[in-house]
């Protein structure tokens, strides 16, 4: 029995997201169906991030174990030949048996683009969200220096969370504009569920002018979702990538 450790790459536009669901597809189940048909025999990934519905991603993580001889670097190969061509596997590796990508040390880094424009760009439509009142990157720039460090996000976690501690550390937030894109790039040791989101959607406001950048101490203090913007879009979110420490 050996630990085989995968870097995945998706468009997550026609997926019910990454995990598995009885009633929809999904990253994973693509996943264990055509790691099962290639090494015969049932397969199981765990993934590090269990992304939602229709956000991407460029580096997520997942594990299984397989009895086969297959070396680990050569089962991307031949995984990909099977798998949908929204789904492409970076890199495949033999791994230790006591690597699990959700309990490891690691930081997770994020992107979430917004079109700021007049009209909407046919190709941006999956892969952004679509913004057409102006928004000020300086002024969300500097709401995110609230954000740094480690606090209680109870503010910014989706209804529906079960967890022990919604205390997180976010290591760096960037706001950074490139004509008409504003790119929102976080990392951090952990987020809550739809975290990166609300972050987001809270931004937007602050970039309009609907709050001060201030505002967003008073939002994390309150330790209440009602405080904070709106969940912006999922297609607009990628997982850039986990660094396992």
């Known amino acids: ?12 536009t026609n997926y019910c ?8 597809i999904t990253i994973q189940g693509e996943l264990n169906r055509c790691l099962s048909e290639l090494l015969g025999e049932e397969i199981e990934t765990i993934g590090a991030s269990r992304t939602d519905a229709g956000v991407h991603a460029m580096g997520n993580v ?7 001889r297959m070396p680990g670097e050569k089962i991307s190969y031949a995984l990909n030949q ?18 699990h990508p959700r309990y490891c040390d690691s930081v997770k880094t994020y992107e979430y683009r917004i079109l700021n424009r007049r009209f ?30 480690r606090h209680d996000f109870a503010s910014f976690c989706g209804a529906g969370a ?8 976010i290591r760096s937030v960037e706001v950074e504009r490139f004509g008409d894109m504003v790119t929102i790039r976080i990392s951090g040791e952990g987020f809550l569920y739809n975290m990166v989101r609300i972050i987001a959607g809270t931004l ?21 979702r009602e405080w904070a913007g709106p969940t912006a879009p999922a297609k607009g979110l990628t997982l850039l990538g986990i660094q396992y420490e």
């Open 17 to 24: 997201g990454w995990q598995v669901q009885p009633n929809g």
């Open 162 to 169: 079960q967890v022990k501690s919604t205390v997180r550390t």
């Open 82 to 99: 099977r798998l949908p061509e929204d789904i492409r596997i970076q890199l495949s590796e033999e791994m230790p048996m006591d690597f």
């Open 62 to 68: 997942a594990v299984f174990d397989t009895e086969t």
């Open 120 to 149: 909407q760009i046919p190709t941006e439509r999956l892969y952004s969200y679509f913004y057409h009142y102006k928004l000020d990157e300086k002024k969300m720039r500097e709401a995110t220096s609230y954000l740094i460090g």
């Open 204 to 224: 937007i406001e602050i970039g309009n002018g609907q709050y001060p950048p201030e505002r967003m101490q008073e939002i994390l203090d309150a330790r209440d």
């Open 1 to 12: 029995m050996k630990r085989v450790g995968l870097i995945v790459a998706y468009d997550g």
